[in-house]
């Protein structure tokens, strides 16, 4: 019998160990790297999203403190965010239905600034200090004198607004925004 006797290979280099600046690799590499790069400035060029579209995220990292995270979710009842630049505004505040004995607590960022007021077709001020930031404003409904509660609200003539009836019990929640 004859022994057969294994004649060693030769080695190839293997494809990967090929020199980083082969044509190869640049053809690849920095294309890929170029999308990478793009991909990564397109956030630099969409808009910023304003308070009234992205609430949640401006009242969790809100300056005044406001940590109520259900708020952002709280009925509103057709009330609408405001904006104001001063640091005191005076919150006005109607009954924009029939004047018949409907009666709200207004808090602002957790202090009460008027309780059991009655709203009256003539408007009520209350002068309001505003944090930086959001400050949001609950509307509590005390007494509905019928028909349910309803009001209308100005903010040192920065927007009107006015809101669907809201039941006794029931808080209408909105921000004043301070720029």
Do not use: C
């Not at 790297?33 to 808009?47: H, S």
């Not at 960022?109 to 209350?126: D, K, Q, T």
């Amino acid at each position: 019998m004859t022994q057969r006797t294994q004649q060693p290979r030769s080695q190839k280099p293997h494809k990967l160990s090929k020199s980083l600046s082969s044509p190869d690799f640049s053809k690849f590499v920095l294309p890929v790297l170029a999308v990478l790069a793009l991909l990564g400035t397109a956030n630099l060029f969409r808009p910023k999203p304003t308070y009234q579209t992205n609430l949640k995220d401006l009242e969790l990292r809100n300056p005044s403190g406001i940590e109520n995270q259900a708020a952002a979710e709280a009925p509103r009842y057709g009330l609408r965010d405001l904006e104001a630049h001063e640091q005191q505004v005076n919150l006005i505040l109607w009954d924009n239905g029939a004047e018949d004995g409907d009666f709200v607590t207004v808090e602002v960022n957790g202090r009460v600034y008027a309780a059991n007021m009655m709203l009256r077709n003539g408007a009520n001020s209350i002068p309001v200090a505003l944090n930086p930031g959001a400050n949001l404003v609950k509307i509590h409904g005390i007494r509905d004198g019928g028909g349910g509660i309803t009001l209308a609200a100005d903010v040192s003539n920065q927007g009107n607004m006015t809101n669907a009836p809201f039941p006794v019990g029931a808080t209408a929640m909105f921000y004043i925004i301070r720029r």
